[in-house]
């Protein structure tokens, strides 16, 4: 199972630079479990699970770019 | 001097001089004046600005070339811009200077501004030798300003003050642009002025704020009924300073849809500007306070 | 009122062909950044080619119909559902009153254009309708759409579902593209090190990419030594304020060049190196934020060139599917 970007941007995994990151590997989520955040033209957007399971990996690097589409995390399913 | 380019296909640029001065703001209003009397089909937008004109076109309609050598005869037939009669209007703009508003603003973009300490008032004051802000106030409100150039955005004027080189108040833009300025900011940056048309983004240092509209897209202003955009590039400004007394009572007469601007018809000559900008400048003044 | 927004998407706006004659007064022409693809959704639905159409931007809205029409998706690949089920882009369908429209992820591209039978029928502001959000002009109170909006429908003329646009005329969306520019306006400004490196570079797409402005990333430009003339700022980048063209390539302070586009601030203090060719804005408009772009230099011939084969294809979209 992966979680996608839903749209082009980069990609954030903390809410703000000094906080922990939403999730990592081996974080539970459900489908609405905010798992990071894309930003684009400066509007910042909630990227949810959309899933319910276990984080097995982070596929993009804090701060990186990425495409529409593009894998965020693995994970789990359970 | 003159140098042309062509912007894509479907633009033509024209430069008259790469430094401020109003003989070449002058030329640019003529030879666009003169394009626009003219009706060439495909010719789309006609854009005067400071020392330089812009016109947009169909290629497809009017060959570039042809266009480019009608551009070319215009200049040729206006010269200097001396002896071009500039048809316009004067305009009395209110200003409080030193606004609790842009004071506001600049308190939040402390880290953008080359002295974080002083208002942008006092700061544009101190670089231009003056002691006081008010002093510098008065030089900036002493002499009327023409609009060399409409946009940036939406109606925005930017304003070169009318007055001999060594007169000219000149101030840095910010070390980096502001995310905010107030809607009808007074700003100052380089050599020119403005008025922002619309609340946002701004580099100039704010002056001061006026209570009257520029830009009004939903033409509900008495001054809008024919255009939603204030200002035509070419349109003298003359600045009335304000208290807050008055700022309020203008307020609410733009709240009510009462206000309208002082403004007058008036035909500027440069060269009788140039022969003698103090006198002439008392001549256009008087041409408000007459009207 | 005829569709309802159930959901805005990132940034969807209402355009059209656009409001040109303004530029002088500092309001830009705005309309469809993508005029192939707005005119593709016109014709598939049977509309004027100066009906409105929504551009989405990134992300797909969530649309109730409250009446039947016809509806074509184009543009971006961006993958239209009708109460759930899927349905295609580059070819008109129906929707029944009550039916919800929505959208799967962006697959390519950057904007796709929504248009339905009848057209958006926001008033007109300057002889058209589109949207521009920095002057509170024009669509929906001047600004992209927000959930709740209710947008009028104008009367159709009963174009029938089932138009395709066929394959050859559909746009692609690949990650690198040529955009091809006419060098000039300030470019003797570059030395002839930077002007290469401006040729050379293999430009990145930042987010910073809306309707007024591309930004792109990937190279320092170097400017030649000047005394700085009275008027203009003191960086090398800086000139006396002037017009800029729609399309024209400015570069602040010899890093990220911006693409003017049709939402473009008409002027201002900053060096342009060079202006994309008209045929070229549309496929601009389509590139997406971390996809890559290099400028490949024409000169006037070539860009009237390129100008008369976009026309030419214009033609032939108008001839499949009009």
């Known amino acids: ?78 | 001097m003159v140098r042309r380019s062509f912007g894509g296909d479907d633009h033509i640029f024209v430069e008259f001089d790469e430094e401020m001065n109003l003989a070449a703001t002058f030329r640019a209003m003529a030879v666009t004046a003169t394009l626009a009397e003219r009706r060439i089909d495909g010719v789309i937008d006609i854009c005067p600005a400071n020392v330089s004109y812009q016109v947009r076109f169909d290629p497809d309609l009017v060959a570039p070339q042809e266009l480019e050598a009608e551009l070319e005869s215009i200049e040729d037939g206006v010269g200097d811009g001396t002896g071009f009669d500039l048809r316009t209007t004067i305009v009395e703009v209110p200003i409080l200077y030193d606004d609790p508003w842009t004071r506001e603003t600049a308190s939040r973009f402390r880290s953008n501004r080359q002295d974080p300490e002083a208002t942008d008032l006092e700061y544009a004051a101190r670089i231009n030798g003056f002691d006081a802000a008010g002093d510098f106030a008065a030089a900036h409100a002493g002499s009327p300003w023409i609009a060399s150039m409409v946009g940036f955005v939406a109606g925005l004027p930017f304003l070169f003050q009318m007055v001999p080189r060594e007169r000219q108040l000149e101030v840095p833009k910010y070390l980096s642009p502001r995310t905010d300025t107030p809607r009808q900011t007074i700003g100052h940056g380089g050599c020119f002025g403005s008025i922002y048309s619309v609340r946002g983004a701004g580099g100039y240092q704010m002056l001061g704020i006026t209570p009257a509209p520029i830009y009004d897209p939903t033409q509900t202003h008495p001054d809008f009924a024919d255009s939603l955009v204030f200002f035509k590039p070419g349109f003298i400004v003359k600045y009335l300073p304000i208290d807050r007394e008055a700022y309020d009572e203008l307020t609410a007469q733009v709240e009510a849809r009462r206000f309208r601007f002082r403004q007058a018809p008036v035909t500027f000559s440069l060269g009788r500007f140039l022969a003698d900008p103090d006198g002439y400048n008392r001549g256009l003044m008087e041409v408000l306070d007459g009207g | ?322």
């Open chain 3, 1 to 322: 009122m005829a569709v309802s927004v159930l959901n805005p998407g990132l940034s969807t706006t209402v355009q059209d062909a656009g409001r040109p004659g303004y530029y002088n007064v500092g309001i830009p022409p705005s309309g469809s950044l993508d005029q192939y693809s707005s005119l593709a959704a016109n014709l598939l639905v049977g509309n004027g080619e100066d009906a409105a159409v929504l551009e989405c931007t990134y992300m797909g809205p969530e649309l109730r119909f409250e009446r039947p029409a016809t509806v074509a998706v184009t543009g971006a690949d961006l993958p239209p559902r009708l109460g759930g089920e899927p349905r295609p882009t580059w070819e008109s369908f129906g929707v029944e009153a009550g039916d919800v429209l929505s959208f799967d992820f962006l697959r390519s591209g950057a904007r796709a254009y929504l248009a339905v039978s009848g057209g958006f029928d926001v008033p007109v502001m300057l002889g058209s309708r589109s949207t521009y959000a920095l002057g509170a002009l024009g669509g929906v109170e001047g600004r992209a759409l927000a959930a709740g909006d209710e947008l009028p429908v104008g009367d159709a003329d009963g174009a029938a579902p089932g138009r395709s646009v066929p394959e050859a005329l559909r746009s692609t969306h690949p990650k690198h593209r040529e955009i091809r520019v006419m060098m000039g306006l300030y470019d003797h400004r570059l030395t002839g090190e930077g002007r290469r490196a401006f040729l050379d570079a293999e430009w990145r797409l930042t987010t910073l990419a809306d309707r007024t402005g591309f930004r792109y990333r990937g190279a320092a430009l170097e400017f030649r030594e000047r005394v700085a003339p009275f008027g203009a700022g003191s960086d090398p980048s800086n000139i006396v304020d002037a017009p800029y063209p729609i399309g024209s390539i400015q570069i602040p302070g010899g890093v990220e060049p911006i693409v003017l586009h049709r939402d473009a601030v008409s002027g201002g203090g900053y060096v342009m190196v060079a202006t994309v060719i008209s045929a070229d804005m549309d496929d601009v408009a389509q590139s997406a934020p971390n996809s890559t772009t290099r400028f490949v230099e024409v000169d006037l011939d070539g860009a009237l060139g390129a100008r008369r084969r976009r026309a030419a294809r214009l033609d032939a979209l108008r001839e499949a599917v009009g």
């Open chain 1, 1 to 78: 199972m992966d979680i996608r970007s839903p749209l082009p941007g980069v990609f954030y995994r903390r809410p703000a630079p000094e906080l922990d990151p939403f999730v990592g590997v081996g974080s539970p989520v459900g489908p609405d479990t905010t798992v990071a955040i894309v930003e684009v033209m400066k509007q910042f957007f909630e990227v949810k699970a959309g899933t319910t399971g276990t984080i097995a990996g982070v596929a993009v690097a804090d701060a990186e770019m990425v495409d529409a589409g593009q894998v965020l995390f693995t994970v789990r399913p359970g």
